[in-house]
């Protein structure tokens, strides 16, 4: 038996957690006018990429992956030795991403494929899929890492604080008008995930968004696993890494750049945190 694990980019998984762990990512695609870059950090970096962001007229635009490329991925691990694939991926109210997969392995007849909702975004579904791959390297089979994975879901909370309602408005992912009094209000959105539903906060300034932030993670506490997000904020990221650092769990915190696809709809400033919280002790 060799299950493989298959996440898309948005997963924000360290390259060396990828090979450490043989996951393979697909990527998504993002557009500037007329040309269309694989986010996999290749043909323009995540530093390029939020530096040309402000200025980009029209704004940059987002797509999911072919059926066919998807296809084409879990063709070549069966080729590889791959007995079964599981395929984790970005949050179906947020991205189209989950139902391409779907279509991709029932017309992949090479290997059965697992398509599993993360119904998460950035580390939130890259932590599933750390889990499922450490899970396979101890030698349980995939009806014994699915349960796994959907009661770590339960556990698992993302947070980020805008920089500016400007972005979601200009993607189309709001109204006008909804934007429009944000900027008279001068309302910082504070977004959460979690299980599949994105909700969000008002704040009026951001100062009082990135305290937020912080207040949210102390509720959350303490957590088991932690990886902290941003878009272009390297020093917002420094001061809620000291503001929370007494709750950070033991191990290696990892700093994630937010990953374009998703940044192209919220814009650069963003801070937040994906974050597992401790199993609550039975009896």
Partial sequence: MTIRVVVDSTCDIPEALLKRYNI?????????????????????????????????????????????????VYEALAAEGATEILSIHMSISLSGTVDVARVAAQQTTAVPVTVLDSRQLSMGSGFLALTAAEAVEQGFSLPEILPLLEEQ???????????????????????????????????????????????????????????????LFQELAPVEKVALVHANALEKIAALREAIAPLLPAGEIHVIELNPVIGANIGPGIVGFAAITEKKAEG
């Fill in 24 to 72: 393979t990512a697909v990527p998504l695609y993002i557009n500037f006018g007329d040309r269309g870059y694989r986010d996999d950090g290749l043909a323009i970096s995540r530093q390029e990429f939020y530096e040309r962001l402000p200025a980009a007229n029209p704004m940059p635009t987002t797509s999911t992956p072919s059926i066919d490329a998807f296809k084409s």
């Fill in 153 to 215: 879901i339960s556990r698992t909370h993302t947070y980020a604080a805008l920089d500016t309602l400007e972005y979601l408005k200009r993607s189309g992912r709001m109204s006008t008008a909804v934007a429009g009094l944000g900027k008279l209000l001068r309302i910082i959105p504070l977004l959460r995930m979690y299980d599949g539903n994105p909700t969000a906060e008002r704040t009026r300034t951001r100062e009082r968004a990135l305290q937020k932030v912080v207040d």
